[in-house]
């Protein structure tokens, strides 16, 4: 951008024309604020605050190197280490980061605890996030040595307990090279035989290979890895020279929270709450690990990937996806990285079935899937099997899912969750005989239980039900189900003196709105909408139901505001799927873009770009006709 200037005249592939340099940066700083800017001796430095949020992302050389969302991956660097080394003594931390480290050296009590940081900007930068997270300025407690970390460890003169490496964005010229197989040699060096390096590795933001060149110079040097889920785009690898083994039994007291346990406190701050969460973080075993990683060529300082890497032109999503894969594939038997102690076989299962079922909670169907299957290698339970059914279900394999779940209610009839679960399934796959038997069970076991009425309402109003999030839009389209809006008010009702259920589920009142609107109850129709919409101000399809009850009511000039307000959300909503679905066509996953394809027109009926897409597909596949058919009928405006 540096060679821009002001006129205007440029254009774009497309010829439009692009905006002066000028009006783009003051668009840029509308849209962010900048709270700390400088350059430095080794790289440039900015701490960025989202308008409308408390988030604050630290910037360096035009790279995130960490957020306010984020700094649980920092507490999580020290907290971890913890687990497997109780006696840690001397420290070096790597990388000072947005600065939370404060109270992680207060964890190690009178530990020798040192910070090396090539750029002396970064402890400025980090007294911006001091307000906002666990970090504080710098504590003078703590020895800061402004230095390289390589050069620091080659030239130490003593062994250390722990390294924690928090180089930052592994992108960046000056941070690539602490992810190479010369550094981890320096550290194992440097590192006493039971020594651990916690190293931390942003994995949505790298592609799938330099992952692995990472992963497997860290594995060439050290015998025993352990990869751990810190945060949703982060991990943290410990590796060392000794076993990495969770002893189960000393790990629960870790979690008790008292104001003299600050691991305790520490490990809350990394969104970990007991010691069943804690191991539904363990990515791979060490076996396995070393298995994977070693089978791919290892980042080297002669042979540095990373700075060349070009995931910036992908998006962090893909990466993310990717790379979860890559580790749900090579996991192994992550209960063998666990020592279980004295624990009878009976009480292991029920541990696996707790560590399985909080995996699934957290988003990780298929390491909760493989704890499940231990579980009920051990012993069959319920819980393991309702846990292991939705995982099973979360992966789209249906008739496993349901299989479990059957096995899991012949074992305890009366389970609700596990009706709830079955019945929910029955409701996505349109099977609503099935479902009403579901949850009508749960109404015996529960009488007026706010979820089952919820979920029998939708029973009723399946074509409703594309307006809810979560559900499978495309099965919906092409649904020929009646609705029954006399049926499903009747569960409605229950709901709507249910603030607490309503909170967590605003979509109960639009549902309403729309099965009062069908029986002819406008005045009801145009209170349950407008009860959503204080809620909700943002949604497209509240705005259309209320647009539709008032011009029904004949006040079609207050109804012609909220359908150009539905439209307004619309469209960037549409747009965005028809970017994914396109994005999906180009990597040949064409079930993907269509079930895209019919949220987008679910949204936007009128869509051309949605339309063309469709029309291109419906030659090799034949939904995205009948999804063109049923959505032409659809008002466009």
Sequence with gaps: MSGQSGSGDSHSADNTPLPPFALWQKELH?????????????????????????????VSDGLKEASTRD????????????????????????????????????????SSFTCLEIEPLSFDAARAFRNVDCSRAVDCRLPVEVSDGRRYLLSCHKLLDLIVCNSGNPQKGIACNSYTSEFFSACRQSLKSDGVLSLKLPYAEMSSGSLLRVLSALASVFPYCLPLQSTASDIVVLASDKPLLVDYQSLRPLFVKSSSNRLAIQLTHSGIIDAEDFLCRILAEPESFSKFALAHSPNTDDCNCLEYDLTKARTSS????????LFDES???????????SLDQQSQAAAMAAVAARAVAEGAPQRGFIWAQRSCALRRSATALATAGVAALDLG??????????????????????LETRGIFYLNSLNLEAARQDFASVLALKKDDPFACYCMAQTYMTQARQMLP???????????????????????????????????????????????FQTDDLVQA???????????????????TLGATLDASGRSCEAAVCWDRSMQ??????????????????????AEAVLYLSRSLTLLPGNPEARSLLESLSAIDPRAKRVLELTSRLPSR
């Design 71 to 110: 700094l649980s991956s920092q507490v999580a660097l020290f907290s971890f280490p913890l687990a497997f080394r109780r006696h840690i003594q001397e420290i070096v931390a790597i990388g000072w980061g947005a600065g939370a480290f404060s109270d992680n050296a207060a964890m190690f009590g009178q």
């Design 318 to 325: 893909d990466l993310h996806r990717g790379n979860k894969n």
């Design 470 to 516: 979560g559900a499978d839009v495309l099965a919906l389209v092409c649904s020929d189900d009646v609705p029954q809006p006399k049926e499903a008010l009747k569960y409605l009702r229950v709901l709507l003196s249910e603030k607490a259920f309503l909170g967590s589920h605003p979509e109960a009142l639009l549902l309403a709105a729309v099965a009062s």
């Design 397 to 418: 394999d249906k008739i496993k899912g349901l299989t479990f779940l059957h096995e899991a209610l012949a074992l305890s009839p009366g389970d609700v969750v596990t």
């Design 526 to 544: 145009e209170k349950l909408s407008r009860s959503y919409l204080s809620l909700e101000p943002f949604s497209p399809f509240g705005w259309r």
């Design 331 to 341: 996991s192994g038997k992550p209960w063998q990285a666990v020592n279980w102690g």
């Design 569 to 590: 959300l619309a469209v960037p909503l549409s747009n965005d799927l028809v970017a994914r679905a396109a994005q999906a066509l180009s990597g040949k996953r064409a």
């Design 30 to 58: 509308q849209a962010r604020h900048l709270i700390f800017f400088a350059d430095g001796v080794c790289s440039s430095k900015a701490v960025i605050g989202l308008p409308g949020s408390n988030n604050h992302l630290l």
